[in-house]
């Protein structure tokens, strides 16, 4: 395996071992905020981290990525205001489930938007990984398809149609700037909406504070900047292949605080996710239509 394309698998995987700890901490802060406040808060602190490190850069390219930028963006916006809306009315855990099935939607756009097949090392990849997070994932109560759970479910097609539309801007924009951008479209378009709804109070406890700041700079600003790096040695549907690992770390991390027990389900179901993940990286993720 090339180094480099090592190097992504990593940064991936550490990107979802970080998103995988935002369903509690989110979940948490909507107690106190509404969820615009939340999307404010974090985008804005994301863009002002990613645009003090990389301002020299964004000031070079701004022109060819603004609408890219712009376009990625409002997929983000819409990906976020979805989950976090969603998580007031649903679990963790099946936010989680939810959310990481955007890996199979994204071959199911690659499939529709590009008129390519999927190979069958990745498709087998796709349903190996998809059915090892719903076993993590699975709650073993009967399961109801609420109002929460949709809204967590057009989160899934926004943040599939996002890994797809930042795979393609990525071949003609720079990752640095695209990044900035989107930070800036997400923080401005969920300020203009909170406001209407409760203003722009601040009194937010200090602890409160800690968890925006994780979320902004840990979860947001440093990870979406390095997946548009890493995205460039890896396909979208390799991406949301390591992306969709998601789930299997936030119900870890649920156990390490001592809200779920270790069960065979959860062991078998990590063996899935693995053997999807190895499946998926054992060839070319697509093959065109009709190629020999």
Known sequence: MPKHFSQANILLLLIALIWGSTFIIVKQSL???HPMQVIAYRFTLAFILVFLAKYRTV??????????GIGIGLLLFLGFTTQTFGLKFTSPSTSALITGSNAVLVALFEALFKRKKLSRSSFFGVLTATAG????????????????????LACAIFFALHINATGQALTRSDPSTITVIQFAFVALAAWCSLIPVSGLKVNIPPTTWYALLYLGIMATGLAFLAQSYAQRDASPIHTAIML???PAFATVLSISLGFELMTMRLIIGGLLVITGIIFSSSGESFASSGEK
């Open 133 to 152: 997070l719903i076993l993590i994932t699975w709650s073993g109560a009967s399961f109801t398809f609420g109002y929460g759970d949709l809204l967590t």
């Open 244 to 246: 969709a690992t998601e």
């Open 59 to 68: 000031l070079r390219h701004w022109r060819t990525s603004l609408f890219p």
């Open 31 to 33: 107690g106190i905020l």
